[in-house]
């Protein structure tokens, strides 16, 4: 046995006591659980059709580039589906984004193909190790490598400086409505295709779970809050925004005696980025299988560098246990380089993790995933197996955080 494989048993095992003994994880657990049947019932509510349908829905839009209408027009779309859904107190962040210039509008060309020689040491995003085949994979910035007419019409759109927002909505929680689970996606895209994958994907699983927890018969002891974030691909500039407009209004009531809280208490932050793509390394020739491995699994990162780096990787085995129990085809893997998306804004202020179709340093940052930020990342790119690897991404979330959250079904 290796030291890796006898550390994980170890941690499975001691982390719900490791939590009790640390006094007061940020995020609470395991007392006052619902039964696995309840949560079962819940995650039963998702569906293979229905998430396709909303990442079909999205990719109606275009790559949904931040500073576009086409981005705006997105935003009114997932506004609109979360109120139908009954998550119906939508509320929206403003920020300013200042455009750069525009980029050269070159094509993409991928670097050759590198192998890292035995005992190579070359580091990727997050703290990462980069190994084997690597053949990073520059973002698409011409308009003209679009070849369906009508899509690159669509995407035509200038991009502009000024006031941009982001949406979100709130489940209530019953008993604790001043404390919250965030569950989050970037709803805007590049590359100039549809974002269906990155994050057309992560959007639609956000709000697979507004629309389960908003069904009528559903009570959660906690709040939470379902967040599309905006211009993630600009550098996070409005998770950012929300941290800096919102960290120092946690836990307050307003107006006092109301019983209501406009910000409630974090306890975690839970990101969803690219769910649907794991078809392993590219081969010698740097091309990828056009076939999902079947080692296929979902990538749960925490940031080992962050200052709530021990509790995030306690809430990253959390979900790898709801994983366990709850989804029905994947499992899913725990690692400590989550990078390059929005969680990074919240995990020096929370429990901060995200969920992946791949580790975003070792993996997607090795030129895993051939559509990433390309023409390519369309709807029709992705097989009934990918979505399904989404799906499992879902379950896996909704049985998480319907344990956290306290999470039952009205007789
Ligand atoms: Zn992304």
Redesign the pocket.
Known sequence: MTAKQFLVPICCAGFVVCGLLNGMPAFSQTMGAPPQSQVKALVGRLDLERYKATIKGLTQFGDRQQGTDRNRAALDWIEAQLKSYGCANTERIRYIYDAPAPQSRQSTRAAQAVEISSGEVVRGVGGSRLRGLVQPLPPNNDPAAQTDPSLRALNAGPVSSGPNEEVYCTKVGARHPDEMYIVGA?MD?RGFGEAAD??GS?TALVMELARVFSDPDVVTERSIRFALWNN??SGHVGSRAYVQQRASLQGRESPPGSGRYPEPRWLGMIQH??MLWDHGMPGPDGTVSAEQRREADINIEFQSSAKFADQAMKLAFVFREANENYATDYPAAVGPHMSN?DSAEFMDYVPAISLRENERGMQIGAGWNPHYHQATDLFSSYSDKDFRLGLNAAQTTLGAVAQLAGASLKK
């Open positions: 970037h895209g990155d994050d992560g993630e691909e980025d690219m998306t």
